[in-house]
């Protein structure tokens, strides 16, 4: 199928859907994750996993930053100390073995993401442990053919670790970029200059890996169209093969470093729409395809060639081409995906050392799925990644009268398409241009438990 994702930016129609939801990276939304599941529920899971032989995809979470980002949401620990990752990666080991002993030794690691906080605050020799050890634990792709990515921190990498990194068998990179305004980087306290941009990209280039993405932010402070329209000249002439332009959700009540952040130096919700307007039809008019849902690749990209071909999937690290496995995360606040469950380890260091002293996975919340949040994951999951959904299919592979079933749901959709956001009819839902930035709030129509809920606290949509 052609990606013909055309988006009609209306104005009024954005400003009239404008609240809060979730990112849908999973359905149930950890919200909904409780310590009702426990560690016991995993391990039967992991079995069951077993049993169906679906390949692996490993998830690494290093939690440590020199420096904070004001602007930051992420379970981070900011130190200077770099020997603070020492116990943390040994009980990391730990958690290696007692996970691989939970999974058959043939299955193949698909996927494989470190992710954090900076994955590069490591030195090489402990990048390179680490994968020696997960070697030997799972079983590694050798052949370059495994989606294995890292999050890397432009402001400190050498071209000797993203040399290190691709012996490793890593393919993938992720730089963190935000805005290349000297001001605006000065009010959210990371100070990037564009050349370690620049030369960690040639140097990537250079080593042949795969696919490089750049994560930029809109909604920062001093942030206004003029100042981020030449971020993204530079974007385009740097020529990533995939761009996310994220919304700055400013939510200083929940996250203490956003307290630094000035509320007035923010761009009104007017600028901020412009901001993202300029960005769609610039980075559109550069050749780049909208995936959806933040995410832009070019027409080459694998992603965009799995959505043309309608087997793209969405998984914790976003859009992905490998996301039939079973995810196993390690780390502090990493969020597992085994069979049918969620399931999350503790967030603080001394719980994390606690747990796995004791020889105990470091779970402390999950949440197993019914029936009814399979199917509505399933519907969630196709729109997101394909802005359709034949409505038949459901009805076939989960034996329910589609219409019957989403009666309530029937009723909101309605309403949204008078708003021209999709069209319905009996066999299929299709967004049109204008519902392709709302798809957010399209699927929070399939959420069961936000129908429950009067409050979240989720970013906004758009
Ligand atoms: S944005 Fe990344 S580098 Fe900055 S504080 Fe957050 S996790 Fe650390």
């Known amino acids: ?80 100390d770099r020997t603070r990752s020492m116990p943390y990666m040994e009980a990391l080991k730990k958690e290696i073995v007692m996970q691989s002993m ?25 990048l390179e442990d680490l994968i020696t050890f997960t070697n030997k634990n799972f079983a590694l792709k050798n052949d370059d053919s495994g989606e294995y990515s890292i999050e890397i921190d432009p402001r400190e990498i050498g071209e000797q670790t993203l040399a290190t990194l691709r012996e490793l068998g890593f393919n993938r990179l992720s730089l963190g970029v935000q ?59 740097l020529s990533p093969d995939r761009v996310s332009v994220y919304n700055y959700a400013h939510l200083p009540k929940l996250f203490k470093p956003q307290r630094r952040i000035n509320a007035a130096t923010l761009p009104s919700p007017g600028e901020k729409l ?28 694998e992603l965009t060639i799995a959505q043309q ?36 380890n503790v967030r603080t260091e001394i719980e994390y050392y606690e747990k796995i002293e004791e020889g105990s996975l470091p779970i402390f ?42 009666k309530k749901e029937e009723a909101d959709l309605l309403l949204m398409q008078k708003d021209g956001l999709l069209e319905l009819d009996k066999n299929q839902i299709t967004i049109n241009s204008k519902g392709v930035l709302l798809i957010r709030n399209i699927c929070m129509v399939f959420d069961a438990y936000l129908r429950k809920r009067q409050t979240t606290n989720f970013s906004k949509t758009i």
């Not at 490998?322 to 399931?343: E, F, P, Q, R």
């Not at 009814?372 to 409505?391: E, G, K, P, W």
Request: glycine content about 6%; aromatic content about 12%; overall charge neutral.
């Open 1 to 80: 199928m052609e990606n013909n994702h055309k988006i009609v930016f209306d104005e009024k129609i954005i400003k009239k859907y404008d609240k809060s939801g979730p990112r849908y990276t999973s359905y149930p939304t950890s919200i909904e994750f409780n310590d009702n599941f426990t560690q016991r529920d995993y391990r039967r899971w992991s079995r069951a996993s077993n049993a169906l032989n679906r390949p692996l995809s490993l998830y690494f979470h290093i939690p440590f930053c020199d420096t904070v980002c004001y602007y930051c949401g992420c379970n981070k620990i900011a130190t200077k």
């Open 102 to 126: 939970l999974f058959n030794k043939d299955k193949q690691v698909e996927q494989l993401h470190l992710g954090g906080g900076t994955p590069t605050f490591l030195n090489d020799g402990q």
């Open 179 to 237: 805005d290349f305004n000297y001001d605006v980087q000065v009010a959210v306290n990371r100070i990037q200059p564009i050349n370690q941009t620049e030369n960690a990209i040639k140097i990537g280039r250079d080593l042949k890996y795969h696919s490089i993405s750049i994560d930029l932010i809109y909604g920062l402070p001093f942030q206004n169209i003029k100042s981020f329209s030449v971020t993204l000249d530079n974007i385009i002439r």
């Open 274 to 301: 412009d901001i993202l307007k300029m960005t769609i039809e610039k980075l559109h008019n550069a050749g780049y395809v909208y995936i959806g849902m933040d995410h832009f690749a070019k027409k080459t990209d």
């Open 309 to 344: 071909n309608g087997t793209l999937q969405r998984n914790f690290q976003g859009y992905s081409t490998h996301a039939n496995c079973d995810m196993i995360a390690m780390g502090l606040s990493s969020i597992s995906n085994v069979g049918n469950t969620y399931s999350q």
């Open 365 to 406: 919340r999950g949440i197993e799925f019914t029936g009814d949040d399979i199917v509505r994951q399933d519907i969630i999951s196709q729109l997101i990644c394909h802005l359709h959904l034949n409505t038949n299919i459901i009805s076939k592979i989960y034996s329910i009268n589609f219409w019957e079933y989403f």
